[in-house]
């Protein structure tokens, strides 16, 4: 398979990933919007939870992206540095990420607390993660193989014939 090839299917995998992610995005926003009115078992079970999607979902992607993707973008790029920002993200993902999951086995969670500190650790998940995201679409897939190219067939080109 030559190179463009792989990028072609790297663009593809990561455009897929990227839609989950922000799916998972939009859950984070209104959980952050949910969690200041719950308290107790009740944002600890959905803490939890919320928090078991994005590590099955997040931290699969992110390995990935570090084995596969910025080695190929370092490359074309010909400087570790052109990925570095992404890496220092990921960093700050998985704390954020750690971070989350300990609310969601802490005192933090009994009844009588707010969840104003969850509601802003998941404002801070989602400012982090919809901004990692842009900046990847943006200048990491520009590297790997430049613009977005449709991922359907013919028919989803706006120039093509019906």
């Known amino acids: 398979m030559t190179e463009h090839a792989v990028a072609q299917v790297e663009r593809h995998v990561i455009d897929r990933a990227h ?5 998972l995005l939009r859950r984070v926003d209104t959980m952050s919007e949910q969690a200041v009115t719950l308290h107790g078992a009740e944002l600890e079970a959905i803490v939890a939870q919320l928090a078991d999607d994005l590590e099955g979902t997040l931290l699969p992607h992110l390995d990935w992206e570090e084995q596969v993707c910025y080695p190929a973008a370092d490359r074309l790029a010909g400087t570790p540095w ?8 990921h960093e ?11 609310d969601a086995h802490s ?19 989602h400012a982090l993660l919809g901004s990692h995201i842009a900046q990847e679409e943006h200048a990491l897939l ?21």
């Open 107 to 125: 005192d933090a969670a009994t009844p009588g607390q707010d969840g104003a500190a969850v509601a802003g650790r998941l404002a801070t998940l």
């Open 142 to 162: 520009g590297l790997l193989i430049g613009p977005a190219l449709p991922l359907g067939g013919p028919r989803d080109r706006p120039d093509a014939a019906p």
């Open 82 to 89: 052109a990925t570095r920002a992404l890496r220092v993200q």
């Open 19 to 23: 839609r989950a992610l922000e799916r």
């Open 92 to 102: 700050e993902l998985r704390r954020c990420l750690d971070a989350l999951r300990a």
